[in-house]
């Protein structure tokens, strides 16, 4: 079996999604959910949109210096999330409404091996591959793979929504804002600190960033149907 997010594979990444554990903690980065869920998302206008920056006007010749470092300093925070190790273990589609009704209607044949997948764990499984493969071409997908990129890209859409608005914001920007916010709190002790920072750090670099912005009207619109199937 292929290994995907987090050294998973992939009946183990299915599983996850299956149990509604992958979309409850959003799945991307698994070890970021837990403390993006300790923050309150921004609202969508707050939020930097992807990809949306201003040029700035040159300034006098003795200024340049300082516009140059801020103009590297903002980009260096627009690329985090997007670098390799973020966009490595995720391939992003563009999801289509077909592909994601037929993804719901896969969850209650998924539902019943679900022990199975979590048996297997990271071990190769022939059978329980076939049996996978047998559900996805039921259910009107090309492949295992095909329902598997299915399945991530809703994720990360999922991970992205907030509960009550329904407003999407990219996991990475919330959790920019948490860690900016870790920073700027002095109660918290230097060494709790420092771990905090480098923690969110690292789930900012291995969380993608949402490609394509389209993806969400379309999960947004099947949103109560997919937390339905999902046990």
Not at 7 to 36: H, Y
Not at 83 to 99: C, F, N, R, W, Y
Not at 128 to 143: D, P, R, V, W, Y
Request: glycine share 10%; hydrophobic share 40%.
């Amino acid at each position: 079996m292929a290994r995907l997010l987090g050294g998973t594979t992939v009946s183990g990444r299915i599983g996850l999604v299956v149990c509604g554990l992958m979309l409850g903690l959003g799945g991307v980065a698994l070890n970021a959910r837990p403390l993006m869920a300790q923050t309150d998302a921004p609202a969508a206008g707050d939020a930097t949109q992807e990809g949306t920056e201003t040029q700035a006007e040159p300034g006098p010749q003795d200024d340049g210096g300082a516009q140059n470092d801020a103009g590297a300093q903002d980009g260096a925070v627009k690329n985090e999330g997007s670098g390799p190790s973020a966009q490595a273990d995720v391939k992003q589609i563009k999801l289509t409404d077909e592909q994601v009704k037929h993804f719901i209607a896969a969850q209650t044949d998924l539902a019943a091996i679900t022990s199975k997948m979590q048996d297997a764990g990271d071990k190769p499984d022939p059978a329980l591959q076939t049996e996978l493969e047998g559900i996805a071409a039921k259910h009107g997908f090309g492949s295992f793979s095909e329902l598997d990129d299915v399945a991530a890209n809703i994720s990360m859409v999922i991970a992205g929504l907030d509960a009550n608005t329904g407003n999407f914001v990219d996991p990475v920007e919330v959790l920019l804002k948490e860690r900016e916010g870790v920073e700027k709190d002095s109660s918290i002790p230097d060494a709790d600190k420092k771990q905090l920072v480098e923690e969110l750090t690292e789930a900012i670099n291995t969380t993608p960033r949402l490609q394509y912005k389209e993806n969400v009207e379309i999960v947004r619109a099947h949103r109560a149907e997919i937390e339905k199937a999902l046990p």
